[in-house]
């Protein structure tokens, strides 16, 4: 409501009528509109919104860019000093990557722009892997933490699908759709534990799958699971995700069941998991969950 500023005509206290007879006069230059906000303080406070915003994405895309360099880094440290082995460093990142970059996304503003500043991380780690993979640029610390071989080739395949599908999540689905947040807790969490597992206990083989192992695929359902439903929880209580959660868990484990079961096919040599599994997840969780938040 536009507030008024009113002249006031009252009769005379000497006036044959009593107080509540009294009148107020208006006239038409006793009424002046003040509004409390005109427009070029609407536009000056807009921008200032704008920047304001901006700068927070930009601090925050910078942030999150070191944090990925300082997690590579310290786990390359690591290996070199033989704290860790190497197979094992490169799966701790395959899971830390992709489940701190989610866990980041709060740190950007609420502005449509957001997600184009997030989505500047896995871009430039994708022109990183393309530049080191193709040998234009050496990088051994890079190669060491997150190929199987050494291979700077291998860079190329499986982390370079990796931080792609990272990067069509995050401009598609971003953090008020359960969809890509599945989609990347399976692939990050649970492919990273079901291969961790899967190595160190995995004796009994799968009967279509001789490189899958029972403890790997159930160690995939469990972990993904569980990734899967904090990821949620996690963005739930910022107030992007709504979820009767009773259903949600059913959801959730059918399309972990989903993707465990396509990760332990043996299409391995044909489709990589970083593509097969996220693939897998975002078709059932569009299925189960629809395109909204809840």
């Known amino acids: 409501m536009v507030p008024l500023l009113l002249n006031h005509h009252f009769s005379s206290p000497n006036s044959s009528s009593n107080l509540f007879s009294n009148r107020t006069v208006f006239s038409r230059d006793s009424i002046s509109l003040v509004s409390p906000l005109n427009k070029p303080q609407f536009h000056r406070r807009t921008s200032r919104v704008r920047h304001m915003a901006a700068l927070q994405d930009g601090v925050a895309t910078v942030a999150v860019m070191a944090g990925a360099y300082t997690l590579v880094y310290t786990f390359d440290k690591l290996t070199q000093r033989q704290i860790i082995k190497q197979k094992l460093s490169r799966k701790i ?41 193709t040998r234009f640029l050496k990088d051994e ?45 399976m692939m990050s969490g649970g492919d ?39 990821i949620l929880y996690y963005f739930s209580i910022f107030g992007y995700l709504h979820f009767a959660w009773d259903e949600a868990i059913v959801k959730v484990a059918l399309v972990s069941f989903v993707a465990t079961l396509v990760e332990s096919l043996p299409i391995t040599e044909v489709l990589d998991d970083n593509i097969s599994v996220p693939i897998a997840s975002m078709c059932t969780a569009l299925l189960v969950f629809g395109s909204g938040s809840s």
């Open 93 to 133: 990142v395959h899971i830390l990557s992709g489940v701190l970059f989610m866990s980041s996304w709060p740190l950007f503003s609420s502005s449509a722009e957001a997600r184009y500043y997030a989505a500047i991380v896995p871009l430039l780690n994708c022109a990183r892997l393309v530049i080191y993979g």
């Open 141 to 185: 610390a890079l190669i060491k933490s997150v190929t199987r071989e050494g291979n700077p080739e291998e860079l190329l395949r499986g982390p370079l699908y990796y931080v792609i599908v990272l990067f069509f999540s995050v401009l598609v689905f971003w953090r008020d759709s359960p969809v890509g947040l599945v989609a990347l807790a």
């Open 192 to 230: 990273g534990f079901a291969d961790i597992i899967g190595r160190m206990y995995g004796s009994t083989k799968l009967p279509y799958n001789r490189n899958k192992s029972w403890i790997g695929s159930i160690s995939m359902f469990v972990s993904g699971f569980l990734f899967s439903i904090g």
